[in-house]
């Protein structure tokens, strides 16, 4: 039967939005993104995925680092499924030159960085060591630049995406109340069709989807500052609770209730 077991909270460290621990044994993660960055360790299996349109995976002793908003999914690559552990860091911790060069080679061969993020979350699910927590934490930060190291060239880490990047910025901008595809088009100019095509070109998923996996990230957050799952469905931008329930559970593999629950 498939199985799965959750913890997560959100520790009282800068830099650090909130720590995943998951052991999933069926669940498969859809295309989605993240408004932090994800920085994944798994302990038992293995973890294929796709980012940016190309495959990757998780063998022994590897740190996978996926950038903000770029789509990416992922589902177990052994029978057992797998056991993972996710930081997820935000821009105050790597700024956005960094993305690029993650998109490029988001999988780190490096066991030493690897023991680092495992000390981490030890020390991490120990109340009153935030000191501790934040040295390791600067400590790895100093590896992943290293590693990544942008080019003095590379500038902005995210090009120039015209009209589909126009779309995002106006889909940010209305994450809650939503704007409907005729209101982006008049709003730019532009056919609706050609809105749908430029950013599910541009972005590797449609527009909708971007919207509930940034959704499902705002719930999340909130569900950790304790709100009930009927107030989160209407502050995240959901009709009711069984809609964001049924979005939750997809992207997530549980409820919201279950989520919350998990984080204490």
Known sequence: MPQQEISVW??????????????????AYPMHVHDAWTLLIVDDGAVRYDLDRHEHGTPTDT???????????????TSGGF???????DTTYLDERFIGPAVDRPDLADPLLRRRIGRLHTVLAARGEE????????????RLRTHLRPGPDSGG??????I?????????ARLVDGVTLNEAARS?????????????????????RYVVSRRV????RLLLDGAPPREVAAAAGFHDQPHLTRHFKRIMGTTPGLYARAGG
């Open 63 to 77: 740190v996978s680092l996926l950038p903000p908003q770029v789509p990416h999914n992922g589902s177990a690559a």
């Open 131 to 142: 000191l501790e927590a934040e040295s390791r934490l600067a400590l790895i930060g100093e």
């Open 83 to 89: 056991r993972k552990r996710v930081l997820y860091l």
């Open 188 to 208: 730019l100019h532009a056919h609706p069709a050609h809105l749908v095509r430029a950013f599910s070109s541009a972005f590797g998923i449609a527009p909708h």
């Open 164 to 172: 589909a990047g126009s779309l995002r910025d106006l889909l940010d």
């Open 217 to 220: 990230d705002l719930a999340r």
């Open 157 to 162: 880490a995210v090009p120039d995406r015209g």
């Open 10 to 27: 959100r520790p009282r460290v800068a830099g650090v939005v909130e720590v995943l621990h998951a052991h999933f044994t069926a669940h």
